[in-house]
Nanobody, 114 residues
């Protein structure tokens, strides 16, 4: 069993920055990837960024050049540094750990507004 706990969301002005953290507990064996997804009101959940067990990263086009995903294996943690935030980045952000099954965190709200 895997549990994911996110932190770091909040309210930020357009152009500001936030750093999301996700710490996993439980067995990390057979992990394929960890990443971040988001879901805005009335929209489907979408991929934001992912880092594979081999260290490769992938980003949604909408966040390339602004967001950086990183992983700290010793802490079973993944981070999302979000810079130059825009109002359209407003969403609930979910941490994901992928094995054969997907594991999800509870979500953390990010609101970008003046």
């Amino acid at each position: 069993q895997v549990q994911l706990v996110e932190s770091g969301g909040g309210l930020v002005l357009p152009g500001g920055s936030l750093r999301l953290s996700c710490v996993a507990s439980g067995s990390m064996s057979n992990m394929r990837a960890m990443g971040w997804y988001r879901q805005a009101p009335g929209k489907e959940r979408e991929l934001v960024a992912v880092v594979t067990s081999g260290g490769s990263t992938n980003y949604a086009d909408s966040v390339k050049g602004r967001f950086i995903i990183s992983r700290e294996n010793a802490k079973n943690a993944v981070y999302l540094q979000m810079n130059s935030l825009k109002p359209e980045d407003t969403a609930v952000y979910y941490c994901n750990l992928r094995k054969i099954y997907d594991y999800w965190g509870q979500g953390t709200q990010v609101t970008v507004s003046s």
